[in-house]
């Protein structure tokens, strides 16, 4: 069966520009499949099309019958004074309407009034379909697995970060089981830990997804097919994101393999044409064969050259380094509040190694780069760097001073370069043409970390800083930059949430959680099966532990002295309750004996309690 169905879409924002120019295609329900393409290409575009967001010019989306389709970006309006735990409370809303009708009949049901007893099991039926009886349950678990803790499901949702905001909405779509998942960037504003889950929850959820994603760890954990938009049409790929690497390539390849052997006809034709040309004046027939090739030609000249993706041409200037130490760092405490998010970290880092600092978001990992570039003060310890260090770094959320400045007057003023200097090397970062006088406000995210790069890798530095280096940053711009990365032979430090990067780059893992630092020297996969082994032996200390508490805890001598001091004193107050019915039945000899023989057995476990009290006495 079919879930979204894509015909002939054509969209434009220019006139004579269509971004998105009659792509055809189709997801079958339950499929995985990602949406490719470099940025710019229409992919979101595409995706507001599918939902109604936006009107396409041409064409048409059609969905399976009864499916509804999800947007991660599209986040509805909410009343002022809704909660974060208020917008996650929506997606069961319905259910909620359910619980309050079958509380009136019960209310009805409880006071001895009428009620219609079909309605009433008509809705439990209906409430338990849709677990009605879970749903804090399940709004807890998601909530926990997306990195959205208690403190943020307290506050108001208008007062939420975009990220934030992007990250409650995902919950509450898959709250909803919304049949169609249309994730754009789904892990741009998650931590690993919550994109794992999210990767574990997409292999069990039973709907579709249809995803944009630059995270290539991701679509290779989760998509089964792929489908490019290029020059806004659609090509497909019938695999993973590995898959479609080594596939593009080879259709490549195959294509000009067949442009080389055309231009080789192309020139052969042209020989024949020349000749017959020569021989035929005069011969009509040799002339209508020379102007036929002629004609076969020129259509064969139509076949342009294929093309790969033009790659920047940069790399990062180095400064060698004269010492073991690039920096070390000494007892450093930070706290915000009661909140401690460094204590007394302890760490030596020598030149040339390339470490990958990682945890949870929130934990302090912006923090510690802004100590180490001398941003903020530590409330205890500190940071020493080596001599000679020349250190250079991206942030995270890159800002200008002066962003009214056009690209090319903000590398000159930036770099004290001559303009010829500056267009060069812009042009080597893709900022060409017109680009260079574009005013550095009307940058996109991705584009404003390209600027700083470009200012960053002129400089002759030893110790690069980069903060989340690819968060902006689509597939092609990604591979530019780690290709750069590989011919920088110096120390690099990078936060980063992106797998495939720090499987690339990193040598050593530091995760900063709860105020500490754990330190592994090695690469991220080795960390990962590393981490696994921990919580195996963890797991199977908690699993001894279960079971012992559920063995029988020997009792001390004295608990037992007590225990029977106890039995002791009531079995003698036994013997004086016998003792006062054998007074008040004396002229009754029936009960008499009965009497009798009951004080006869108490006496006797008496006896028994007393021995057993000596035993342990002595």
């Known amino acids: 069966m079919i879930d979204i169905s894509v015909k002939g879409i054509v969209k434009a924002f220019e006139e004579d520009k269509n971004i998105l120019d009659g792509i055809s295609f189709e997801v079958n329900e339950g499929e995985r499949v990602g949406l490719l393409g470099k940025n710019g290409a229409g992919k979101t575009t595409l995706f507001k099309v599918i939902v109604g967001e936006l009107s396409s010019d041409e064409g048409e989306v059609v969905l399976g019958t009864g499916k509804r389709a999800g947007l991660i970006s599209q986040i509805p309006v909410y009343p002022p004074e809704y909660t974060t735990e208020d917008v996650l409370k929506t997606a069961h809303n319905a259910v909620y309407r359910l619980r309050s009708r079958m509380e009136k009949i019960e209310q009805q049901m409880s006071s001895g009034a009428d009620y219609d007893a079909k309605e009433y099991d008509r809705l439990t039926a209906e409430f338990e379909r849709l677990g009605g009886y879970d749903i804090d349950f399940e709004r807890d678990k998601v909530a926990n697995g997306l990195d959205i803790p208690a403190d943020m499901r307290a506050r108001l949702f208008s007062q939420l970060s975009g990220g934030e905001k992007t990250r409650v909405n995902l919950a509450r779509l898959i709250l909803e089981n919304t049949d169609i998942l249309l994730l754009d960037e789904p892990t741009n504003h998650l931590d690993l830990r919550a994109t794992e889950w999210l990767e574990d929850y997409l292999a069990k959820f039973k709907g579709t997804v249809l995803t944009i994603s630059h995270d290539r ?79 076969r030609i020129e259509r064969m000249r139509q076949t342009e050259r294929p093309r790969k993706e033009k790659t920047m041409s940069a790399r990062f200037g180095e400064r060698e380094f004269y010492s073991d130490e690039l920096f070390s760092v000494k007892g450093l405490k930070k706290s915000f509040g009661s909140k401690v998010i460094l204590d007394g970290v302890e760490l030596e880092v020598a030149g040339g190694e390339r470490i990958a600092l990682i945890g949870d978001n929130g934990t302090g990992k912006s923090t510690f780069i802004n100590m180490l570039m001398n941003r903020e003060k530590p409330d205890e310890g500190f940071i020493k760097l080596g001599p000679a260090v020349k250190s250079a ?176 004193s009531a079995a003698e107050g036994d013997i004086k309750r016998i003792d006062g019915e054998i007074e008040l039945y004396s002229a009754d000899y029936e009960k008499l004996n009965e009497l009798f023989e009951e004080k006869s057995k108490a006496e006797a476990a008496l006896e028994a309690l007393y021995e057993e009290w000596a035993e342990l006495a002595d």
Request: aromatic share 12%.
């Open 217 to 295: 760890y991701f679509l290779d954990k989760v998509v089964t097919r792929v489908v490019e938009i290029v020059n806004g049409k659609a090509e497909f790929y019938s695999g993973n994101y590995s898959f479609y690497v080594t596939e593009k390539e080879a259709r490549y390849e195959e294509q000009l393999k067949r442009y080389e052997k055309e231009q080789k006809e192309i020139k052969r034709l042209e020989e024949s044409a020349d000749r017959l040309y020569q021989w035929g004046t005069g011969n009509k027939l040799l002339m209508r064969k020379s102007f036929a090739i002629q004609s």
């Open 393 to 568: 770094y991206l942030e995270q959320q890159v800002h200008f001073d002066h962003p009214e400045r056009s690209v090319l007057d903000t590398m000159i003023y930036e770099t004290n370069c001559t303009p010829q200097a500056a267009r060069n090397r812009l042009g080597a970062f893709k900022f060409s043409g017109e680009d260079v006088f574009k005013p550095v406000s009307a940058l996109s995210g991705g584009e404003l970390s390209r600027l700083r790069l470009c200012i960053l890798m002129r400089e002759d530095i030893n110790f690069l800083i980069l903060d989340e280096p690819t968060n902006h940053l689509d597939i092609a711009s990604r591979e530019w930059i780690e290709e750069a990365l590989e011919d920088y032979n110096e120390a690099l430090l990078f936060v980063s949430h992106d797998r495939y990067f720090i499987t690339r780059f990193a040598e050593r893992i530091w995760e900063l959680s709860d105020g500490k630092i754990t330190d592994f020297r090695g690469g991220f996969e080795q960390y990962k099966a590393f981490k696994a082994r921990i919580q195996k032996q963890e797991q199977t200390q908690k699993e001894v532990k279960r079971k012992e508490s559920k063995k029988p805890k020997p009792q001390s001598t004295e608990k037992k002295i007590s225990a029977l001091e106890k039995k002791i």
